[in-house]
């Protein structure tokens, strides 16, 4: 998915009736002032749509976050040459340690500590430090 397409559905999702939506008996879609928005053959399209006010925003959260976690280990900025050619991690992507990927798919349970945070913080500083002292 582009970031047009995604841009797309969240300015389509914009234009909906910003309100909980709900069917009747008569599979109506109403929203929850009772504004009719239509009404479907089966239960189970009927229960897709009211359902999507919720889950579109929830999914487009979702790619958001990962594309996020996708750009910091897709940065060519991270990763170096030396001079034999053989490729390195940056600082950065060293002191990640695979943490933003981890915690994207859901593997970490216990987020850092604030001091964890603040010594991952330090290190990368320093590192970014004396390597913009490099030649």
């Given at each position: 998915?582009?970031?047009?397409?995604?841009?797309?559905?969240?300015?389509?999702?914009?234009?909906?009736?910003?309100?909980?939506?709900?069917?009747?008996?008569?599979n109506?879609?109403?929203?929850?002032?009772?504004?009719?928005?239509?009404?479907?053959?089966?239960?189970?399209?009927?229960?897709?749509?009211?359902?999507?006010?919720?889950?579109?925003?929830?999914?487009?959260?979702?790619?958001?976050r990962?594309?996020?976690?996708?750009?910091?280990?897709?940065?060519?900025?991270?990763?170096?040459?030396?001079?034999?050619?053989?490729?390195?991690?940056?600082?950065?992507?060293?002191?990640?340690?695979?943490?933003?990927?981890?915690?994207?798919?859901?593997?970490?349970?216990?987020?850092?500590?604030?001091?964890?945070?603040a010594?991952?913080?330090?290190?990368?500083?320093?590192?970014?430090?004396?390597?913009?002292?490099?030649?």
């Amino acid at each position: 998915m582009t970031t047009e397409q995604l841009q797309e559905i969240k300015a389509r999702l914009n234009k909906t009736t910003d309100t909980i939506w709900r069917t009747n008996m008569h599979n109506e879609i109403l929203t929850s002032n009772g504004v009719r928005l239509g009404q479907m053959i089966r239960v189970q399209d009927a229960e897709f749509v009211i359902h999507a006010r919720e889950d579109v925003p929830a999914l487009i959260a979702e790619v958001e976050r990962l594309r996020e976690v996708l750009e910091f280990y897709a940065d060519v900025e991270n990763y170096h040459l030396n001079k034999m050619g053989h490729g390195f991690l940056s600082p950065i992507v060293m002191a990640d340690g695979g943490y933003k990927a981890r915690k994207a798919l859901g593997e970490i349970k216990v987020p850092r500590t604030p001091e964890q945070n603040a010594v991952i913080d330090r290190v990368i500083a320093n590192l970014n430090k004396l390597e913009g002292e490099k030649p």
